[in-house]
Each structure stands twice: as structure tokens, then as C-alpha cells.
């Protein structure tokens, strides 16, 4: 079978994509991934991670206060 990988698309609470990251290893492994919050407002922000043909969607708040 072939190895699916991690995908991280990052959306603000509009529906827009901010931000992109590709995890290039195999979704059987564990991952770290950080995400620089540097070029985005303070706020609440969606990650829709895909994994292994799965999708799962966490809100991620940013502060940067």
C-alpha cells in the first residue's frame, strides 16, 4: 500500500487559507509541526490536518499580546 503523508492547511475564522505546511513523512510516524505566527493577527485560526485520507479540523488561538 502506498504511504500517505501529512498535509496542514491553516484557515482564519472567514474560511480563508493563511497558511500551507506539508509534513513529508509517512502518517503511520509520529509528527511535530510549528507554525510561525509572525504574519498573522492575533486571533482564532482552524488547522485542518489530513492524514492517511482522514480529515480533522482544531481551532488554534493566537495571542499575540
Do not use: C, M
Not at 506539508?22 to 510561525?36: N, S
Amino acid at each position: 500500500t502506498p504511504l500517505h503523508h501529512i498535509a496542514v492547511n491553516i484557515y482564519n475564522t472567514q474560511g480563508q487559507l493563511v497558511d500551507r505546511l506539508h509534513e513529508l513523512g509517512p502518517a503511520e510516524e509520529e509528527h511535530r509541526f510549528y507554525w510561525k505566527t509572525e504574519n498573522v493577527l492575533s486571533g482564532i485560526y482552524f488547522l485542518e490536518i489530513t492524514a492517511d485520507l482522514k480529515k480533522r479540523f482544531l481551532p488554534v488561538v493566537v495571542n499575540h499580546n
